[in-house]
C-alpha cells in the first residue's frame, strides 16, 4: 500500500489533506507538533481526526519553539491579536515553521518509505505568511531532493499541497464532499480546552468566512458571535 | 554587533565554525540538538564549547528524533558500524538531519535578528551524506530566503559553510590558526560521558586521519590505537 505522510494540525486544512490523501488510498502517517502553541486544543482534536481517520501512525513531536520566542502564538509576553489589527505579516506568523515540520516531516517519510508528504497550505486565503506560497513550496521540493537519499537514488519525496491555490471556502466543500466532520477541528488561536473559539482572531475569521462563502453550517461554537 | 547562529554539535567542525564565527565579530548564538543521538556525550562538549567561546546564548533543543527511528545514529536495533563497513550512504545517516537542524536555526535567526547561520558541513572529508553537498546548501538558502520574513523584507539570512571545501586536515589547521584547543571536542559515534572514543567509526577514523595529514597532535582518547 502506498504511504503518504500528512502534517496534521488538528485544523480545518490539515483535516481536509488527510480526507483527500485517504481518499487517494494512501496509508496515512499523521504529524503533530506539540511546538508550544498556546492553542494546543488543537492537538486533542487531531488525536481525535487521526482515530477517525484511521492513520496508520499518529506521532505528536515535542518540539519547545517557544523557549526561543518571537510570535504570538507561543510567546507568553506577546498576545494574540484580533483580526485586521496589523497590516502585513501578522505577529501570529512563526519563523520558519511550515519549513520545520515539512523537514521533520521528511525525514520520516524517508524512514517509513513514505512517496509523498501532504500539507494544508493555501495561498489564497491565508494570513499572510511567506511559508504559505507556491514559490517556497517549490524551493523546498528541489532542495528536498537533494537533501535525502531517495532523492539521490532517483526516488524523491512529492510534496503535496493540494489546496495551495483553493480559498476556504472551496476547501470546505471539498472536504464536505469527501464526508469530513468539520466539528472535529480546531482552527482558533485563542482556542481552549472547552473547544469554545475566540471568534476573533484571524484563524476564526478565516473559518467563519469560509463556512458562509461556502454556505456549509459551521459546528464551531463561537465565544463572541 | 552583528549576529549569527553557528549549529554546534560539539564537533571538531562545528567548533572551528564557531572559532570562525567569533573570530569574524560575531556575538554567536550557539544551537545544540538533544534528537537522540547515542554519542550525546557530544551534548556534554558543546556546552564546555559555547562556554569557552562566550557565546552569547547557547540552547539545546530537544527534539527526539530516535522515535521516528531509521538510523543506527539514534535506533537502539541499528548498531553503529565500523568504518568501510559498508558502501554508499551509510547507516549513521540520520535522514533530514541537517534539513532539521538548519530550519530550526533558520527561526531563531529571524527571531534574533542575525544575520548568519553557520554550519560546519564539509563536501571533502565526510561521510557521504546528500545534505553535506554544496548544491543542497544552494537549495536551502534560496528556500530559507522564500520562506521568511526577513526574505520578503529582502534582508535574507545567509547560510554560511566556511568548511565546504576544506578536508580535515585544511579545518584543523584552520582551527588551530584561532587557537582552537580540540580536546574540547568531541567526533565518536560510540562516544561513552567518560569520554574515550571508540576509534573504529566513520567520524573516529575521518578525525584521526585529519590530525595525521596536518602533523597536529590528536588529544583525543582512542579506545582501540
Known amino acids: 500500500m502506498k504511504k503518504a505522510v500528512v502534517l496534521l494540525s488538528g485544523g480545518l486544512d490539515s483535516t481536509t489533506c488527510l480526507a483527500l490523501a485517504k481518499d487517494q488510498g494512501y496509508a496515512c502517517y499523521a504529524l503533530s507538533f506539540s511546538y ?12 481525535n481526526i487521526a482515530r477517525h481517520f484511521a492513520a496508520t501512525q499518529h506521532e505528536v ?8 520566542g518571537g510570535s504570538a502564538l507561543t510567546d507568553p509576553s506577546i498576545a494574540i491579536p484580533d483580526h485586521g489589527a496589523q497590516e502585513g505579516i501578522p505577529l501570529t506568523y ?26 494544508g497550505i493555501s495561498a489564497v486565503d491565508y494570513s499572510g505568511y511567506p511559508d504559505c506560497r507556491p514559490e517556497y513550496l517549490a524551493a523546498f521540493q528541489r532542495m528536498a531532493t537533494l537533501a535525502t537519499k531517495t ?4 526516488k524523491p519525496i512529492h510534496i503535496e499541497a493540494p489546496l495551495i491555490h483553493l480559498s476556504k471556502a472551496e476547501t470546505l466543500m471539498l472536504g464536505v464532499s469527501l464526508g469530513v466532520d468539520y466539528s472535529l477541528t480546531v482552527s482558533c488561536y485563542r482556542a481552549n480546552v472547552e473547544g469554545l ?6 484563524s476564526c475569521k478565516l473559518r467563519r468566512r469560509g463556512f458562509e462563502d461556502a454556505a456549509v453550517d459551521d459546528p464551531t461554537r463561537y465565544a463572541v458571535q
Chains 1, 2 share one sequence.
Open 36 to 47: 508550544g502553541q498556546k492553542h494546543n486544543a488543537e492537538l486533542f482534536a487531531a488525536k
Open 61 to 68: 513531536i515535542d518540539l519547545n519553539l517557544g523557549r526561543l
Open 94 to 119: 512563526v519563523p520558519a515553521r511550515n519549513t520545520i515540520f515539512l523537514s521533520i516531516a521528511l525525514g520520516w517519510a524517508e524512514i517509513v518509505q513514505a512517496e509523498k508528504i501532504f500539507i
Open 151 to 154: 532523492g539521490v537514488e532517483e
Open 197 to 202: 473559539a475566540c471568534g476573533c482572531c484571524d
